[in-house]
C-alpha cells in the first residue's frame, strides 16, 4: 500500500480529493514530495489541503514554495492569492492575484478573486471591472453577481444593483439576501414605500433561521437602513427569545430609536438568560444613564467589568459616571486601566484626553493623544481631537495645519473641510465674501452629486395641521447651544409642533435629561451613519428639520445635503451660512443680519425673528446676585475678556492697547484657557501682549474655572471687551445676566454681529462702537462716569429678563409663527402646476 501511494499520480490524489479522502491525498503528496523537493503539483496539493483544514498561512506557504520553482504557473499564482485573501492579508495577496492575472487574463476564477480583493479594499469601481470581466467569461454565475450587486449598491447605483440582483433571482428566486438587497436599494433611493413593503413581504415569507435572520438585520444595520433591521430582529425574537444574541440587537435597535423602556427589557432579557453577558450589561448601563437612574447604570457597568475586566466600553463609560459624580481622578485612572488593558482601542484615549483638557492638563493630553497618533495616525477622529486641543490652546494656525495636511491626503474629506471652515472664522483678514463663498465651496465640493437626487415628499400639504419638527444636534447636554435652545424646546406648543429630536452624541448629563422630557419623541443617533439618520428623518415624516451644529463638531451637514424634509433650516450652532444650498433658512435676527447687509453672504433665506436668542443661565448662575460695580470700590475700571484665547487676535489686542493709553489705571483680566499658574502659557500671552504695546503691568492673566466660580468673578468685573471678527456668544451673554455691559465692535460678517443683536435686544446700543476710535471712546466716557454704568449694571438683568433676549414665550411664538408661513408657502407651491417638491 506505502509503494502505491508513494506513486499516487495528479488524477488520483484529485480523486481523493473530490472524495473528500483528505488524509490519503495528504500522505501521498507528502509522500511524492519526499521523492522530489520541487514536486509543484505536491506542494499545490498540500496547500489545498491546509485550506481545507482553515490553515491558509500554512496553505500560502506551500503555494508559495511551488511558485518558486515554477513561476510562470498562474494556477499557483491564483491559489497563494486566494490563501493570503483568506487569511486577510491582503496587501500580500494583491501581487500574486495580480501575476495571476498577466498569466491568465481570461481565467473566470482570477478576475473573481481579484474582484473580491478590490472589494476587501475598499476600491469598489476597481471590483467592478474584474467582476464585469468574470461575469462576461461565465455569464449569470450567481455569486459574481452578488459581489457586483454589493459594489453597485455601495457606491450608490442603485438601480444598476437591482438589475444585478434581478439577473441572479432569476436563477435562485428564493434568494433573502438577494431580495434584501433590492429592498435596501429602492430605500435608499428613497422609494421607501415599495422598499419597506418588499422588507415585510421577505421577513414574512423567511423560515425562523435565527442566524439567518440575525445576519439580514445586521446588513440592513450597515446600510443605514435601521428601521428593516427591525423588522428581522423582531421576527427572530418571536421564535427565539432565549437567544442572546437577538435580545441584545434588539435592545440597541430600540435604544436608537428612542424607546428605551423597549430597550431595557431586552437587554435585561439577555442577563437573565446568561450571567456572564458583559455587552449586555454595558447597555443596560446606557439605558439606565439616559433615564437618569445613575446608580444603577453604576451598578450594571460594574457588573459588566466583573465579568469581562477588558471591558472598554464599560470601563470608559463607568469613568464618565465617575467624572460626573466629582471623581474626577478616579475617572482618568479607569480611562488609563483601560488604555493599559485593551491598548488596541481608541475610544479610552479620547475620552481621557477629553477629561485632561477639561481639568487643564493639556501636556498630559498631548502625551495620550501621542500614543493616540502612534497607532492610528491616519484616523480622523484622532487628528480631529489634536486640532481641537490646539483651539483649546489658542493655536488657530497650529489646528488648521492639521486640517490641511488631512486635506492634502484626502482632498474628498469633508470634516477636514468643515474644521478648516470653523477655523476661518478667527481670521480678521478674510472679508466676509471670501468666507461666504468659502462656506458655500464645501457644500459644490461634497455635495453637488446629491442635488440630481433629491427625494420627492410626500408629506401632507395641508397648511394648518400639526407639523412634525425635527432638531438635530450634537450638543443637546452641557453645552453653550443648551444655553438657548432649551426655552425653546421647553415652550413649544405640543398641541401644534409635534418635536422630535435627533441627539448625535453619545454623552448624557442633566440638561440632556431635560431636553429628553421636551421632546415628543428622542432619537440617538450618534452610531448610526448618515443613511441611517436620514431614513429615520424621512420614515418620522418629519416637515421642518432645523440643523443646530453649522460647522461644529458631530454635525450632520452631509445629511442634511440630501434634504431629509420638505424645509430645512439652520439656527444657533454657528451665526454663519452653512453653505448648503439644500438648507432652506437660516435663522436669525435683524441685528445680527440687518435687511440688506448679509444676504449675498448665504447660501439659505434669512427668517428674521425678533431675537435670533433665547438665553437661559445655567442652573449654577440663576440665583446668583449682583454685586456693586467694583470701580466704585478700586477707582479704576477693570475690564476683562472671557472669550476663547483663540479669539484674541493681534488686531485686538492692538486695539485694547489703544485703549489703555485713553483710560487711566484700568487693568484687563483676559482668560488664558489653561491653569492659573501655567508659567509657560502665561509668559507666551504676556508676550504677544507686549508686542501689541499692551502695558502688561497692567495684564491680569486667569485659568479655567468651574461655571459657578466663573460667573460670580463677574462681580469684580466693570465692562466686559467683545473681541472680533469672531464675537463672543454665550459668554455674552452671561456676562449681561451678571450685570456687566460688554463693549463690541460690530462688523458686516454676522459671527461679528452676535453682540450687535445681544446688546440690541437688552437696550445696550450704547456700548456698540461705530469704529474703532468709538470702541476706545466709549470705555473712556465710561471711566469718567461711573455713576451712569453703576445705574447700568443695577438694571441690567430686569431689563435683560424682560428683553426679547430672555422671553421664551415671545421668541419661540415669533418662531412657530414664522415655520408655520414657509410651511403654508411650500403647501402652495404643491398645488402649482409641475412643481418642484423639496
Known amino acids: ?33 519526499s521523492e522530489r523537493a520541487d514536486d509543484t503539483e505536491a506542494l499545490n496539493y498540500l496547500g489545498i489541503l491546509a485550506l481545507v483544514d482553515e490553515q491558509p498561512e500554512q496553505a500560502a506557504d506551500y503555494f508559495r514554495e511551488a511558485i518558486t520553482f515554477a513561476p510562470e504557473v498562474a494556477r499557483y499564482q491564483l491559489n497563494a492569492g486566494i490563501a493570503l485573501l ?48 468574470a461575469d462576461r467569461i461565465f455569464p449569470d454565475e450567481v455569486e459574481v453577481l452578488r459581489l457586483m450587486a454589493s459594489c453597485l449598491r455601495d457606491i450608490g447605483r442603485f438601480s444598476e444593483a437591482i438589475t444585478t440582483c434581478s439577473r441572479a433571482i432569476a436563477k435562485i428566486p428564493d434568494d433573502p439576501w438577494l431580495r434584501n438587497c433590492i429592498a435596501l436599494c429602492l430605500i435608499r433611493s428613497g422609494n421607501f414605500q415599495d422598499g419597506f413593503r418588499r422588507i415585510v413581504q421577505l421577513v414574512e415569507s423567511m423560515p425562523p433561521d435565527a442566524e439567518q435572520l440575525l445576519n439580514l438585520g445586521f446588513e440592513c444595520q450597515e446600510q443605514g437602513s435601521p428601521h428593516a433591521a427591525l423588522e428581522y430582529f423582531r421576527k427572530a425574537y418571536h421564535y427565539h427569545p432565549e437567544n442572546v444574541s437577538v435580545c441584545v440587537n434588539l435592545g440597541l435597535t430600540m435604544r436608537a430609536f428612542g424607546n428605551p423602556g423597549e430597550a431595557l427589557f431586552y437587554f435585561k432579557k439577555a442577563t437573565e438568560l446568561v450571567d456572564d453577558c458583559a455587552d449586555a450589561y454595558c447597555h443596560a448601563g446606557t439605558i439606565y444613564e439616559s433615564v437618569r437612574d445613575f446608580a444603577k447604570a453604576v451598578e450594571s457597568y460594574e457588573k459588566a467589568l466583573e465579568i469581562d475586566p477588558k471591558h472598554a466600553e464599560a470601563m470608559a463609560r463607568l469613568a464618565s459616571r465617575r467624572k460626573e459624580s466629582g471623581r474626577l481622578e478616579e475617572a482618568k485612572e479607569l480611562l488609563r486601566k483601560a488604555i493599559e488593558l485593551n491598548p488596541d482601542w481608541l475610544q479610552p484615549y479620547l475620552n481621557l484626553i477629553g477629561f485632561l483638557k477639561e481639568s487643564d492638563q493639556f501636556d498630559e493630553a498631548l502625551e495620550v493623544l501621542t500614543k493616540a497618533d502612534e497607532r492610528w495616525s ?69 455635495n453637488a452629486h446629491w442635488r440630481a437626487q433629491m427625494p420627492t415628499f410626500r ?28 426655552p425653546i424646546l421647553e415652550t413649544h406648543n405640543h398641541e401644534q409642533f409635534e418635536i422630535f429630536c435627533y441627539a448625535n452624541h453619545n454623552y448624557t448629563d442633566r440638561l440632556t435629561a431635560r431636553f429628553m ?47 431629509g424634509a420638505p424645509i430645512q433650516m439652520t439656527w ?42 433665547c438665553y437661559r443661565p445655567p442652573k449654577e448662575g440663576q440665583d446668583l446676585e449682583i454685586g456693586e460695580l467694583p470701580a466704585l470700590r478700586n477707582g479704576y475700571l ?121 446688546l440690541g435686544s437688552v437696550g445696550l446700543e450704547e456700548f456698540l462702537a461705530k469704529d474703532e476710535q468709538d470702541y476706545i471712546d466709549i470705555a473712556a466716557s465710561f471711566a ?32 412657530e409663527a414664522a415655520m408655520r408661513q414657509v410651511w403654508r408657502e411650500w403647501c402652495e407651491r404643491q398645488d402649482a402646476p409641475e412643481s418642484a417638491n423639496g
Not at 105 to 110: G, H, Q, R
Not at 388 to 396: A, E, H, N, T, Y
Request: glycine share 6%.
Open 784 to 815: 469718567n462716569d461711573l455713576p451712569r454704568l453703576a445705574e447700568i449694571r443695577r438694571t441690567l438683568r430686569p431689563t435683560m429678563l424682560a428683553s426679547p433676549l430672555m422671553d421664551a414665550e415671545l421668541v419661540t411664538r415669533d418662531l
Open 572 to 613: 444657533i450652532g454657528m451665526p454663519t451660512t452653512t453653505g448648503v444650498s439644500a438648507i432652506d433658512y437660516r435663522i436669525t435676527d435683524a441685528r445680527m443680519d440687518p435687511p440688506g447687509m448679509t444676504e449675498h453672504l448665504h447660501a439659505e433665506q434669512l427668517l428674521r425673528l425678533v431675537s435670533g436668542w
Open 1 to 33: 500500500m506505502a509503494d502505491s501511494i508513494s506513486l499516487a499520480d495528479d488524477q488520483t490524489i484529485e480523486d481523493w480529493l473530490q472524495q473528500g479522502h483528505w488524509q490519503q491525498a495528504r500522505e501521498a503528496a507528502n509522500a511524492r514530495l
Open 378 to 446: 491616519t484616523v480622523q477622529e484622532v487628528r480631529a481631537t489634536h486640532a481641537d486641543l490646539c483651539l483649546k490652546r489658542g493655536d488657530i494656525e497650529g489646528a488648521m495645519a492639521i486640517y490641511r495636511q488631512i486635506l492634502a491626503e484626502q482632498p474628498r474629506n469633508p470634516d477636514a473641510m468643515s474644521g478648516m471652515l470653523f477655523c476661518m472664522n478667527y481670521d480678521a483678514t478674510m472679508t466676509p465674501e471670501q468666507l461666504a463663498d468659502a462656506y458655500k465651496d464645501w457644500d459644490r465640493r461634497f
Open 517 to 563: 422630557q421636551m421632546a415628543d419623541h428622542w432619537r440617538w443617533t450618534h452610531q448610526l451613519s448618515d443613511d441611517a439618520v436620514l431614513e429615520m428623518i424621512r420614515l418620522d415624516e418629519i416637515d421642518i428639520l432645523i440643523d443646530l451644529s453649522n460647522h461644529t463638531a458631530y454635525n450632520r451637514l452631509h445629511m442634511f445635503a440630501r434634504r
Open 459 to 486: 408629506n401632507d400639504p395641508s397648511p394648518e395641521r400639526r407639523l412634525r419638527i425635527g432638531y438635530v444636534s450634537g450638543d443637546f447636554r452641557g453645552h453653550s447651544v443648551g444655553f438657548f435652545a432649551e
Open 638 to 758: 477693570t475690564l476683562a475678556s472671557f472669550n476663547a484665547f483663540g479669539k484674541i487676535n493681534t488686531l485686538v489686542i492692538s486695539l485694547w492697547a489703544r485703549l489703555f493709553q485713553h483710560v487711566d489705571n484700568a487693568v484687563l483680566y483676559m482668560a488664558t484657557g489653561g491653569k492659573d499658574d501655567d508659567k509657560d502659557l502665561n509668559d507666551k500671552v504676556r508676550a504677544v501682549f507686549a508686542n501689541c504695546g499692551f502695558p502688561v503691568e497692567r495684564l491680569r492673566l486667569f485659568g479655567r474655572k468651574e461655571l459657578h466660580d466663573y460667573l460670580v468673578f463677574h462681580n469684580e468685573i466693570d465692562i466686559a471687551l467683545d473681541p472680533f471678527p469672531y464675537n463672543g456668544g454665550t459668554v455674552t451673554a452671561h456676562a449681561l445676566w451678571m450685570g456687566v455691559p460688554v463693549l463690541s465692535l460690530p462688523g458686516r460678517k454676522p459671527i461679528q454681529r452676535m453682540g450687535a443683536s445681544m
Open 86 to 133: 483568506g487569511a486577510r492579508h491582503l496587501v500580500d495577496a494583491r501581487p500574486y492575484l495580480e501575476r495571476a492575472l498577466e498569466l491568465a487574463p481570461e481565467d473566470f476564477v482570477v478576475n473573481f478573486q481579484l474582484g473580491r480583493l478590490e472589494m476587501a479594499e475598499g476600491r469598489y469601481h476597481e471590483a467592478l471591472v474584474r467582476l464585469a470581466a
